[in-house]
Every structure is written in C-alpha cells, then in structure tokens.
C-alpha cells in the first residue's frame, strides 16, 4: 500500500513499469471528442471496464454501431457482450502465446458436433471440467500419448498428458477474430490511432496527465473530468475558427 496515496492501486506492465497509479479509460467518437471517461485504480484490470462505459452511453441514448479498443479489453467475456449488444468489434490481433516449437492451440480442431478436440496425431482430447475462470477443459489419454512420436512437440508433462483450455465464449471470440479481416472494420480499427490514442498523446503531453497531481480517487477523477473537458473545448474553438459553418450545421 502506498503510504502517500494509500487510494492508489499498485499497477504493472511488465517487470520494468511497476508503480502506484490510476488508470483512466476514455471513449471518444470519430472526430475525437471524449463521450465517456471514469478513473479506476491501476491495479484493477482494464478488461473490466468496457461493460460499465457502454452501460453509461447507452443511458445517454449513445448507441454505438462500430466500437474499435485497445487489447487489453479483448477478452472473452467483452467480445460476447458487445456481439450481444450488437455491436460491431473491432480489436486488435493477438499474437498467439506458448512455448517456441510447441504445438499452438489452433494447431488442434475443435469438433464442436462431440465437443472434442483433434491433436496433430488424430487422437482426441475429451471435456473434463469447467473451470470458475469460465474455460472448459479438454485432456488427452496419457496412456495413448506417451507413445505419440509428435509428444515433444506437444506437451512437457510428466504424465504425457496434453490439456487445452476453451472458455465458454470463444466461439464470440472466434467471430470477433473473423471480423478483423472485413474491410470496415479494418478501417474503424485504423482510426483510433488518429483518435483516441491522439487524445491519449496530448493529454499526457500537453495536459500534464502523465502524472497525478492530487491524492484520493475523487479528485484524480475530478482532475481528469476538467482535463477532458478543456480538451473537448479546445477542440470545438479549433473547428469555429477553421470550419464554422460546418460546425454549427453539424453540431448546434
């Protein structure tokens, strides 16, 4: 616990960037103004946040068709909800994570019809549980797969038994993944960097929040509100003394 802030939350990226911080989750639209933000504690994980920003536009009667997020809010759970909401996502590629020469997990065909999954060598991994994370798990025979001549590319285990996990939602997960090769939505995708993660730049650049200047949650989020807002007035003064009349028929 910090002993100058003790509201701050421990946060991590990786084992240079350690620190107590905040975090702050913005939405902006496609001309880059802020429609939404909240402050949480760093150490809560952004994957968490999605839900509640989208419950609040939509209170707004801000109906979203098209949302483009960072990839620290593609998970599972997240792709579900916004396909629920029909929503359509579009995130980022993930690369695919495991030990160099080891089998991958898409290197195994799921069969949904048995609910099953297909090794490299034909032989099959059966459901054994649902775990409280949401991921079902599928093992393989140990006794079948000790003599595979493709197990030291499969697994390490001393039982040469190979496990895969499949969350509930990854057929949510595998659509979003297909959605990333359409043509609009690779150009949503393409303009965040001209959008939020702009409005990221200036604001620890130009707007000082790359540090905090205040202790205790309220007031890092009442910083950050007046930050947001200072930066959406700047931008319709911009618009005025450039596009004035297109402004005021677009926005007034």
Request: a positive charge; charged letters at 30%.
């Amino acid at each position: 616990m910090s002993t100058t802030d003790s509201e701050a939350g421990y946060y991590v990226k990786g084992e240079r960037e350690k620190q107590f911080a905040y975090s702050l989750h913005v939405c902006v639209d496609k001309n880059g103004y802020i429609i939404d933000k909240h402050v949480t504690l760093g150490n809560i994980h952004d994957s968490t946040q999605l839900k509640p920003m989208i419950e609040r536009l939509e209170a707004k009667q801000m109906l979203l068709i098209t949302l483009a997020i960072d990839s620290g809010y593609k998970i599972p759970f997240n792709a579900h909800f916004l396909l629920e909401k029909a929503i359509v996502p579009a995130m980022p590629y993930t690369r695919p994570k495991g030990k160099p020469g080891f089998f991958r997990t898409k290197d195994f065909i799921y069969d949904e019809h048995y609910d099953t999954y297909i090794c490299p060598n034909d032989e099959t991994l059966l459901y054994k549980r649902t775990m409280p994370t949401g991921h079902r798990l599928y093992i393989s025979d140990g006794s079948i797969c000790r003599d595979c001549p493709l197990l030291s590319k499969c697994t390490e285990s001393k039982d040469a038994i190979k496990q895969i996990r499949r969350h509930v939602w990854q057929d949510d997960l595998d659509i979003v993944e297909d959605l990333r090769f359409v043509d609009t939505v690779k150009k949503q995708y393409k303009m965040r960097s001209q959008t939020i993660e702009r409005r990221f730049g200036d604001a620890k650049e130009q707007h000082g929040m790359r540090w905090t200047r205040y202790r205790g949650h309220d007031k890092v989020s009442m910083d950050t509100t007046l930050i947001c807002a200072t930066m959406n007035l700047k931008k319709i003064a911009m618009w005025l003394v450039k596009r004035p009349l297109l402004f005021l028929k677009k926005y007034i």
